[in-house]
């Protein structure tokens, strides 16, 4: 199983939807997650942590099954500027630790 | 605060040539990180620093070397370029106790 595993997409949804994506991690231990968004040619930058209780941003959901190991983020309304390539990650073990990103899952959303 | 620097953005290389891509962060961040971006392999780990002085091989170290003498800069050497470092690197930094990583813009490369 590999370590972080997004479905690569692309997602094509109109303008108002709503859409979800989820990622599957394999070590037990991990400790942390993340949602990152990467606009094209452009770096990832954090959309969101994910906490074990879940957590909202406005429009974003993101939710944590540990005991299935995966994370999941729900886009409510979505608008024409969420197009982009949504990354999940997650660190590999307690202490430092390096963060493991997947491939990422592309969303197209159209007007 | 300009947040994470790097230099140059584009930069073309024959096979077998050595350079350096620059890497500055003005955040006083502890922890920071090279990654490289292929199509189809998601951002993949390159080296990392804990701190000045303190450097640590990630995923796919082998034709890279790094060096961190202050807390800002974090340089990436190619030592005899390839083509199959052919990629798009990004360098990121964080503080010590948070996980959010804060990425460069980017440096795309080809060797051809």
């Known amino acids: 199983r590999k370590e972080v595993e997004q479905d690569p997409g692309p997602f094509n949804v109109p303008e108002g939807a709503t859409v979800a994506f989820n990622c599957t991690y394999s070590?037990?231990?991990?400790?942390?997650f993340f949602w990152y968004r990467q606009d094209c040619r452009k770096e990832p930058k954090l959309l969101m942590s994910?906490?074990?209780s879940g957590n909202e941003d406005g429009r974003f959901t993101a939710q944590l099954n540990r005991a299935s190991q995966y994370i999941s983020l729900l886009i409510r309304d979505s608008k024409l500027s969420d197009s982009a390539t949504y990354l999940c990650?997650?660190?590999?073990?307690?202490?430092?630790?390096?963060?493991?990103f997947g491939k990422g899952t592309m969303l197209l959303v159209s007007p | 605060n300009a947040g994470v620097t790097q230099t140059p953005k584009f930069q073309v290389l024959k096979t077998g040539q050595s350079m350096t891509l620059q890497c500055a962060q003005d955040?006083?961040?502890?922890?920071m990180s090279w990654y490289r971006q292929d199509p189809g392999m998601g951002l993949r780990l390159i080296h990392y620093?804990?701190?000045?002085?303190?450097?640590d091989q990630g995923e796919v170290p082998n034709g890279y070397n790094v060096s961190r003498s202050t807390t800002e800069d974090f340089p990436l050497r190619l030592l005899s370029a390839a083509p199959s470092q052919t990629s798009v690197y990004f360098c990121?930094?964080?503080?010590?106790?948070?996980?959010?990583?804060?990425f460069g813009p980017g440096t795309r490369l080809t060797v051809t």
């Open positions: 990121a930094s964080r503080p010590g106790h948070l996980y959010e990583q804060y």
């Open positions: 620093s804990v701190g000045a002085g303190i450097t």
């Open positions: 990650v997650v660190n590999r073990d307690s202490g430092y630790s390096t963060l493991t």
């Open positions: 994910v906490y074990s």
């Open positions: 070590n037990s231990a991990s400790q942390s």
């Open positions: 955040m006083n961040h502890e922890y």
